[in-house]
């Protein structure tokens, strides 16, 4: 699976959108992006995915670049629960390949 | 549906012992799997399973033991207990091997080893 490369913190004040960007470079044609968050202490939380449009549900958007070589998780308005620990991976689906968690992106959001 | 369920929240163990931590899942789903996390660190994977009778290891599996002889079961046996295996152990499970759909984790096992 390719690997991803995320910035270590983000800080957003609340009712704004999070833009949480994600680079994957090394992406090949058949894996997919995944988004998960942790909030603390809690097991992690899937959010979306996608493989190369772009995807939108009730939690955030995920905006998939032409090459595909990133992406950017949006939420909307965040609130100060979005505070997390947010993880994007990449992975071959119709497979029984793990995901692979890096450090991920530490959002913060604040009043 | 009570999603993925872990036994017990909290335990502490001295070095040399063995424990089993529970993972149980009512969803019917074919693909379970162990993680770990220490501090600062993403998720590692120990084990995982694609179906009952089934089992395979992950990244990190040195001192672990696991097996799934019912779909909804995944238990995780630590057979001599070491310092190094203190972390915080979270259950997973999803649909089957092939799916792209999310994957459930169930709520952690924080475990120290004295």
């Known amino acids: 699976d390719a690997k991803t490369t995320q910035p270590p913190s983000m800080d957003c004040a609340e009712g704004r959108a999070a833009n949480l960007p994600c680079n994957h470079s090394?992406?090949?044609?058949?894996?997919?992006v995944y988004w998960y968050r942790q909030i603390h202490s809690q097991g992690p939380q899937y959010i979306i995915h996608?493989?190369?449009n772009n995807e939108t549900n009730e939690m955030a958007s995920l905006i998939i670049t032409e090459d595909r070589k990133s992406s950017t998780l949006i939420l909307p308005h965040a609130t100060l629960r979005d505070t997390a620990v947010y993880y994007c991976?990449?992975?071959?689906?119709?497979?029984?390949?793990?995901?692979?968690f890096g450090t991920g992106t530490r959002l913060q959001v604040t009043l | 549906n009570a999603g993925v369920t872990q036994t017990p929240k909290f335990q502490v163990l001295k070095t040399g012992q063995s424990m089993t931590l529970q993972c149980a899942q009512d969803?019917?789903?074919?693909?379970m799997s162990w993680y770990r996390q220490d501090p600062g660190m993403g998720l590692r994977l120990i084990h995982y399973s694609v179906g009952a009778g089934i089992t395979d290891q992950g990244e990190v599996p040195n001192g672990y033991n696991v097996s799934r002889s019912t779909t909804e079961d995944f238990p995780l046996r630590l057979l001599s207990a070491a310092p190094s295996q203190t972390s915080v152990y979270f259950c997973?499970?999803?649909?089957?091997?092939?799916?792209?759909?999310?994957?459930?984790f169930g709520p952690g096992t924080r475990l120290t080893v004295l």
């Open positions: 090394t992406i090949s044609g058949n894996e997919y």
């Open positions: 997973a499970s999803r649909v089957d091997r092939s799916s792209y759909n999310e994957q459930f």
């Open positions: 996608g493989l190369k």
């Open positions: 969803m019917n789903h074919e693909y």
């Open positions: 991976i990449v992975r071959v689906a119709g497979t029984a390949s793990k995901l692979t």
